[in-house]
């Protein structure tokens, strides 16, 4: 499965890019796109504030969070 961490470059430390797998800047409308089409099954999208946001789906690792840690 393919990694998702949010990049925390917007707003606030809102996720405008993401890092998916070895591409590095993913633009958030592109990483919603790829979620909703169910490209990343570990993933789910979340709207807030009418904005949409990749979150990964839950567990009980915070190894593997969209906003990780770095």
Do not use: F
């Amino acid at each position: 499965m393919t990694k998702i961490v949010g990049n925390n470059d917007g707003p606030g430390g809102r996720n405008e890019t993401y890092k998916i797998g070895n591409r590095p800047n993913v633009p958030r409308d592109q990483a919603v796109k790829e979620v909703e089409q169910g490209k990343h099954p570990g993933a789910h999208v979340v709207k807030i504030n009418n904005e949409k946001y990749v979150r990964d789906n839950p567990d009980h690792s915070k190894k593997d969070n969209v906003n990780r840690n770095k």
